[in-house]
């Protein structure tokens, strides 16, 4: 009997092939619930939904409708909502005195109202109760260089899941978030494939390895199953970074520098 | 599989069958671990040892040689320690300006030079990590106190808060070995140590309205706090996890609101 044996459970940003939410979702479905999967690209949802036997749903995170409507698909297919989580996200890395307010905006909308709304439409949703989950970051807290939008928005919104953990707690629902430190995921690869970079961050993890997505997805069944009387708590799912930090944009430029002089 | 098969468990704290720590050995041992418990006196433990198949011995958590040969005890009956959880603690209020120096140093022995001592001797009978294995998870028991506000604990809040801030520490150092360091901190918990507040309804009335969950932890609730930190699965070090209903995030009553 698995951990998660007859919940409905909700992940919206499993649409990128192998991403954080496509791990949460299949080992959701490993512990036993109905699973249903949410984001923009259908054909990459519609083969995960296949390999686990769940529902794909259309979802654009940055559209009130189109959260709304995503979130009563799921409860209608599944017949009951008892978890969702949010792992939608846009790592933008672009200096500060460079962000547009353009680029704000769109972090704004995705990393910050698109969860309020969320929210707004799963709390009704979740009529007996349930266990919701914000992935965040561990630079909600802890420093990184040219990543203030994001940054900002993940914090926000840590908060926003507080707020609404102590005024909707009497429905049965908890709210908590999680923060991974850099994950090797589909959003920063572009960054691992730099020679040295993903090195310059070991250091800063006191178990000596960065995070995996299946790190992530174990605490999300944790905070998922009724195992866990957690709410309005965010937990730092990433091997004690938040103790030590990222490193500077001086250390990893360095440790780019001296791979490229070794290779 | 069960979660914690192979794995050996010291648990120091579990003096009353219905403590967090009993709660955590039968936890613990459902899911295949081998337990080794302990409290001040072994006959203490020795009802909920025997029950489990544990091994009891005696341990007082200010007495170093006696957490030494705790964390050996474990190691000489099976081969290994992998996880090791203090819940012993010692209740103790006062406002602060009529705290005395006993009260003081009473609470900062137990709680800050006991949990220090306690991750201390469990980490260096724990086998440092290579190739996959060795490393472990050591969890100790932090307090609501530390959180939110709670009218005359100065010696035991100020107590369980340096613990955290060792907890870190130990993160922090230890990672390298492939050691995990965390602490729960419980909620105002039904327990064998609350009885006394459980009996007075205008005391629990005035605590559950603080608690956006609208119940009570359990001893239950703690232990599969101590499952999941205890687990392979956690990745997660020198974090403090809250399980008290949310009352973390509202504030404790005051005596004059027992009414």
């Not at chain 1, 949802?45 to 995170?61: K, N, R, S, Y």
């Not at chain 1, 992935?135 to 940054?151: G, K, R, V």
């Not at chain 1, 707020?163 to 991974?180: C, K, L, M, T, Y």
Request: aromatic share 6%; charged share 20%; hydrophobic share 45%.
């Amino acid at each position: 009997m698995g951990r998660l044996s007859g919940k409905a459970a909700l992940v919206v940003g499993a649409a990128g092939v192998e991403n954080m939410g496509q791990a949460i979702a299949r080992r959701f479905a490993d512990e036993g619930a109905r699973v249903a999967v949410a984001g923009r690209n259908m054909d990459v949802l519609e083969t995960l939904a296949a390999d686990i036997g769940g529902v794909a749903l259309p979802c654009d995170f940055s559209d009130r409708a189109s959260i709304f409507a995503m979130v009563e698909g799921a409860r209608t297919a599944l017949g009951g909502l008892d978890v969702a989580v949010n792992a939608t996200g846009w790592g933008l890395l672009k200096p500060f005195l460079e962000t547009t307010d353009e680029d704000f905006d769109r972090m704004y909308a995705l990393q910050l109202r698109g969860p309020f709304q969320f929210l707004q439409a799963l709390i009704p949703a979740m009529a007996t109760g349930g266990s919701v989950i914000q992935i965040s970051s561990a630079t909600a807290t802890i420093m990184f260089h040219d990543h203030d939008a994001y940054m900002a928005t993940k914090a926000g919104t840590d908060h926003m899941i507080r707020s609404v953990a102590n005024q909707f707690g009497d429905r049965g629902i908890r709210f908590n978030s999680v923060s991974p430190g850099v994950t090797e995921t589909p959003m920063t690869a572009d960054a691992a494939a730099v020679p040295g970079l993903m090195d310059a961050f070991r250091k800063g993890y006191p178990l000596g390895r960065h995070g995996t997505r299946e790190d992530v997805a174990a605490a999300c069944v944790w905070l998922a199953s009724d195992e866990s009387f957690m709410t309005g708590e965010n937990m730092q799912v990433n091997g004690g970074l938040s103790l030590r930090g990222n490193p500077s944009k001086a250390e990893i430029e360095a440790a780019v520098a001296a791979a490229v002089a070794t290779s | 599989m069960a979660r914690l098969d192979g794995k050996v468990a010291v648990i120091l704290g579990a003096s009353d069958s219905r403590s967090m720590g009993a709660a955590t050995a039968r936890r613990f041992a459902a899911e295949g671990a081998q337990l080794v418990l302990a409290a001040r006196r072994a006959d203490a433990v020795a009802a909920v040892a025997a029950e489990l198949g544990a091994i009891a011995i005696a341990c007082d958590i200010t007495d170093e040689p006696q957490l030494a040969a705790l964390a050996k005890a474990a190691v000489d009956s099976y081969g290994r320690l992998d996880i090791a959880v203090n819940y012993a603690g010692i209740g103790g209020s006062g406002a602060i300006l009529e705290t005395s120096a006993d009260l003081f140093r009473q609470q900062a022995e137990v709680h800050f030079v006991g949990t220090g001592l306690f991750i201390k001797h469990m980490a260096l009978a724990m086998t440092p990590a290579a190739n996959g294995t060795g490393g472990g998870s050591i969890i100790t028991a932090s307090s609501l106190t530390v959180l939110v506000q709670a009218p005359d604990h100065g010696a035991y809040a100020g107590s369980k808060g340096g613990a955290d801030v060792l907890v870190k520490v130990a993160a922090n150092e230890l990672g390298e070995r492939g050691i995990r360091v965390n602490s729960i901190a419980p909620g105002f918990t039904k327990s064998a140590m609350t009885d006394a507040y459980f009996a007075m309804p205008a005391v629990t009335n005035a605590f559950l309205k603080e608690m956006p969950l609208g119940r009570f932890p359990t001893v239950e609730d703690i232990a599969n706090t101590a499952l999941w930190l205890a687990s392979d699965e956690a990745f997660v070090t020198g974090q403090r996890i809250d399980v008290t209903a949310g009352q973390a995030l509202r504030r404790t009553p005051r005596p004059e609101e027992f009414v």
